[in-house]
């Protein structure tokens, strides 16, 4: 268990015309421990904020996975509530990074989204994905829910699309359903398809105004001012219910499976 809480990756690139490229990756299927979540949060705060950076592009590392979500191994370790609602809040430090960047991010969404990776293709801020990145809100199957990621999911598709991720839990939703609901903007049958677009739009922000962009963005987030405090709050719920007989018992015979 600790060896994969202790694996993972989070890494930037800023171009010479200011296209910064923040990469995460985990070797299992790009699940995320809190250490990797805190330091993606603090990557991207530290990134929005460099005078060279012009637009974000956020990707993960591999070609299968987007992000399969938090760390398991790290979910089945938790004992006490105050461990459970950290490690609940990760997603949600990742989520209010992104909200709160004064420049646009780009998401890259090469594969598969599971839970938080849901939320943050949800939390950036114009995002590409692959006909293979089918996307399942599945903490309801191990006995919580998608409370962390749930304001991130709705503000994007909407209360109808996001309650059938957090009801039919155990259910992918293909590519084109979620670009047909708004969280995809394109999508691509290849990654280098995906990346040639990303590359364009990216390229067209780094010429735009920057003032103009940061207007932007702070009208399209219009209305999360409160998320500081909510997303925390909602980790405190998941952070309760993992420590339940109910949930320990689903959490163990998925394990089991």
Wanted: proline letters at 3%; one cysteine or more; a neutral charge.
């Amino acid at each position: 268990m600790s060896e994969a809480i202790n694996q993972g990756h989070v890494n930037y690139t800023i171009s010479e015309n200011g296209i910064a490229t923040i990469e995460f990756g985990h070797p299992l299927s790009n699940s995320l421990p809190g250490k990797i979540l805190q330091k993606l949060a603090d990557t991207i705060t530290e990134v929005s904020n460099n005078i060279q950076t012009k637009v974000i592009i956020l990707r993960s590392a591999g070609e299968k996975a987007f992000c399969a979500g938090a760390s398991f191994d790290e979910l089945i370790s938790i004992k006490d509530l105050e461990t459970g609602k950290v490690f609940f809040s990760g997603f949600a430090k990742v989520i209010n990074a992104c909200r709160k960047s004064p420049k646009l991010i780009i998401g890259r969404v090469q594969g598969k989204a599971v839970g938080g990776g849901v939320g943050m293709a949800s939390a950036v801020d114009y995002c590409y994905a692959t006909t293979g990145a089918a996307v399942k809100l599945s903490e309801l199957a191990v006995g919580i829910g998608p409370f962390v990621v749930g304001p991130a999911v709705e503000r994007k598709i909407g209360v109808s699309a996001m309650s059938q991720l957090a009801i039919d839990a155990t259910e992918w939703r293909s590519a084109q359903w979620a670009y047909d609901r708004g969280l995809y903007a394109e999508l691509f049958e290849t990654v280098e398809g995906m990346d040639i677009a990303i590359d364009r739009l990216a390229n067209k922000l780094a010429a735009s105004n920057p003032e103009a962009m940061t207007m932007l963005k702070q009208i399209f987030w219009q209305g999360t001012e409160n998320w500081d405090e909510l997303l925390p709050e909602r980790a405190g719920m998941s952070g309760k219910l993992v420590l339940s007989d109910f949930t320990v018992n689903a959490i163990n015979s998925f394990k089991s499976k």
